[in-house]
């Protein structure tokens, strides 16, 4: 088969399944939708001109991530967009894509994946050019404790849609929730790294909180992992340790 037509068959192929994904998803079947994106390989989207099925592929696993909460997952998916050639020339079209990188990527709960896509964007010159996600991308990489009340009132009106505009994931106030919990939760991993023993009271203190939230959030983080530590709940402390080497 010559070249030109082996092109042609591959793209063939790769819409045939993007519309069985697109099937797939309006009808909610998402696990079929799941299955059916393995079977397009990603390395077909470092061929030339194959930017608009890129993006047509990206797009549907974005609505299939969204679906299922993997907001590192979109994150991802928004990163691929954006270093798609035909985005990186509109600084429209990158700069939003940029934006939701950002944004999707500090609603991730973190992990060692997180931190490394954190990174990763961090290094990227052209963050610079949307200060204000540069800004909030560098609260979450900064051993300091966060005040949600005035991240919020000082990042909102950035970082939600204006009239005009296209809407962002911060238009919901389900996603704000997610953000004052990833809020909470890197002031936990910043005490801590602090403290290694502190009141309850004076934990929750520090974490603006209510004193079973403040043991609740805890708990959930040492069973994640991200930090190790006891509560001794008849003398009302927390004692921090840090985890052994294996």
Known sequence: MCPKKKKKKK???????LEQMRLCYQTKDYIRTSIISKKI?????DSKDTDDLKMRYYRQM???NLHHKDYLAVSKNYHEIYTTPAVKE????????LQRVVIFLILSEYDNEQRDMLARVKADSNLSKIP???????????AELLNWSILKEVYSSHLKSKAGQATTPLDTEDNWEVLRKRV?????????????RISLSHFASLLHL???EAEDMLCKQVVKGTVTAKIDRLDGIVNFTKPRDT
Do not use: G, M, P
């Open 210 to 212: 209510e004193l079973k």
């Open 62 to 64: 974005i609505d299939l």
């Open 11 to 17: 793209k063939e192929k790769v819409e045939f399944i």
């Open 41 to 45: 390989s990603t390395k077909y989207f």
């Open 132 to 142: 204000y996600y540069q800004n909030v991308l560098t609260c979450f990489d900064t």
């Open 184 to 196: 909470v939760e890197h002031n936990i991993r910043v005490i801590a790294k602090y403290y290694t």
């Open 90 to 97: 509109n600084d429209a079209q990158w700069k939003e894509a």
